[in-house]
């Protein structure tokens, strides 16, 4: 099948702000636990809560764009241009935001930012190690960071259209089976939980790189299916008190919105814009705890606490600008050339090793003409260029 030419899909900027916005106003206005108040946030805007209490679907579609995304990144890739691409795009604002937490609990004695947990929460890898998250929400990364071994596995063997198809029915069924068998090993591989929005996704890349066929929307109808399975599931278990029938519309909205991404039907939105709120979106979601919490510890009750959401909230922006003007930026562009310096003689040895050995007993290549006495070569008569009176 032949792809089809590739704009940047300015459509994602916005979903993703959307999903990080979501989020943030889900920790600030509609979460019935502890957080950045002194009260639960859904006590304090119990009319707006009645909403935003939702928000946590954000990262269902933010693992929805990581599928769609990550699949058309690796495609064409090798593993270790891969994770490059990765690690440079993930590791300098996140390290800024655990150091950003490490300095709020240092200062105000406020958040999970304790001196012990910095090291290995700065290696992305806590959540495998038992280590509590100097911030909550990167729970998230880990299972992102599962989703990028597999697809660093698929582009070992090669992405195409084929193996593609296969990868995401192998994983659905696998993901199943673990469930079933509840072999913990799968479950943590696969984690069925998650992955019906991560192969939702991938299938929805498909669609969009080489047009629409009845098997990949068959891939999608069913990682739907899943997907609100499992999201009604967590109503009952993580999410209480979130009504099964909105989770589960507003997970089919997930699917319907993406879908028309796939289908080039919001391609009117590709705005330039656009752009820069994609750029706020990642470190927005990682410090709008860490802004919050000694903001309104002296902001709230002394101001009214609509004023001291916009301010939290406009707070919350400001340092994701801040954080990828002066971090993300200059990071991304020396550890993009020194990781490409790294992977150098990785890539030599390999050209070198795709040159044949010469066979036993074989003659030498016969040495190069010298260069010709005046012009080039196919200015001198020859075989094929000498004429026949």
């Not at 198809?165 to 479950?187: P, R, S």
């Not at 499992?230 to 919105?257: C, I, K, L, P």
């Not at 550890?335 to 992977?343: G, I």
């Amino acid at each position: 099948m032949t792809p089809t030419r590739h704009d940047r899909l300015r459509e994602l900027d916005l979903l993703r702000f959307v999903a990080a916005l979501a989020v943030v106003l889900f920790h600030f206005t509609g979460f019935k636990g502890a957080g950045p108040w002194p009260e639960p946030s859904l006590e304090l805007f119990p009319g707006l809560g009645l909403i935003t209490r939702y928000g946590y679907l954000g990262v269902d579609l933010f693992f929805m764009i990581s599928g769609f995304v990550i699949l058309m990144s690796a495609w064409g890739r090798s593993p270790g241009e891969f994770g490059v691409s990765r690690l440079v795009r993930l590791m300098p604002a996140y390290w800024a935001a655990v150091l950003l937490g490490l300095a709020v609990y240092a200062v105000f004695r406020l958040g999970s930012g304790a001196p012990g947990l910095i090291v290995p929460n700065l290696t992305m890898l806590q959540g495998g190690l038992g280590v509590k998250n100097v911030d909550a929400v990167f729970w998230t990364l880990w299972v992102e960071t599962h989703f990028y071994v597999l697809i660093a596995v698929l582009a070992a063997i090669g992405i195409g259209y084929r193996g593609c198809l296969v990868f995401m029915a192998a994983w659905t069924i696998g993901g199943v089976y673990a469930d079933e068998a509840g072999n913990k090993l799968l479950q943590v591989m696969l984690m069925p939980t998650w992955s019906p929005y991560f192969i939702g996704g991938m299938a929805l890349y498909m669609i969009h790189r080489f047009g629409p066929t009845l098997l990949l929307w068959g891939y999608v109808a069913v990682s739907w299916l899943l997907a609100v399975h499992w999201s009604v599931w967590r109503t009952g278990h993580v999410f209480t008190g979130s009504d099964e029938t909105v989770v589960a519309f507003a997970v089919t909205g997930v699917f319907a919105v993406m879908a028309l991404v796939a289908t080039g039907r919001l391609r009117g939105l590709r705005w330039r814009g656009l752009t820069v709120l994609g750029a706020l979106t990642y470190p927005l979601y990682l410090t709008h705890s860490q802004v919050a919490l000694p903001l309104l510890k002296y902001a709230y009750p002394a101001l009214n606490r609509w004023v001291a959401l916009a301010l939290v909230t406009g707070a919350s922006l400001l340092v994701a600008y801040a954080v990828y003007r002066l971090v993300e930026r200059p990071g991304q562009s020396w550890m993009r050339a020194r990781l490409r310096e790294s992977l150098a003689p990785m890539r030599e040895g390999a050209a070198k090793a795709s040159v044949p050995a010469p066979r036993p007993g074989a003659h030498p290549a016969p040495p190069a003409a010298p260069p010709a006495p005046n012009g080039s070569a196919s200015d001198l008569p020859g075989p094929r260029t000498t004429r026949v009176p």
